[in-house]
Nanobody, 122 residues
Framework: VQLQASGGGLVQAGGSLRLSCAASTRTFSSYRMGWFRQAPGKEREFVAAISRYGSNTYYADSVKGRFTISRDNAKNTMYLKMNSLKPEDTAVYYC????????????????WGQGTQVTVSS
């Protein structure tokens, strides 16, 4: 499975961005999908995850109420809509696919995309 993240960029605080993650697999709906991020000098951290058919979503407390994760299994694509962006949201955002339980655990994800940079200016 190959994952391609896109949609990052430079935005002012309070602005919005939508990230996309395209998967090259015919079994996209077999995977729980997640977004993680890594800021300079910090460890990679969980942002959001979505179950195989989208019925369950999970968010880090820091993004709850501002970010929305979704997926379109017909298009093999996952999304992250980010609203009310803050400078502390600046990071490289990675998408990941996993088949094991454990939405917030990086170790439970099997495949990772290359990352897309999100920069929020104050």
């Amino acid at each position: 499975v190959q994952l391609q993240a896109s949609g990052g960029g430079l935005v002012q605080a309070g602005g919005s961005l939508r990230l996309s993650c395209a998967a090259s697999t015919r079994t996209f709906s077999s995977y729980r999908m997640g977004w993680f991020r890594q800021a300079p000098g910090k460890e990679r951290e969980f942002v959001a995850a979505i179950s195989r058919y989208g019925s369950n979503t999970y968010y880090a407390d820091s993004v709850k109420g501002r970010f929305t994760i979704s997926r379109d299994n017909a298009k093999n694509t996952m999304y992250l809509k980010m609203n009310s962006l803050k400078p502390e949201d600046t990071a490289v955002y990675y998408c990941a696919a996993g088949s094991l339980s454990g939405a917030v655990d990086m170790g439970k994800y099997d495949y990772w995309g290359q990352g897309t940079q999100v920069t929020v200016s104050s």
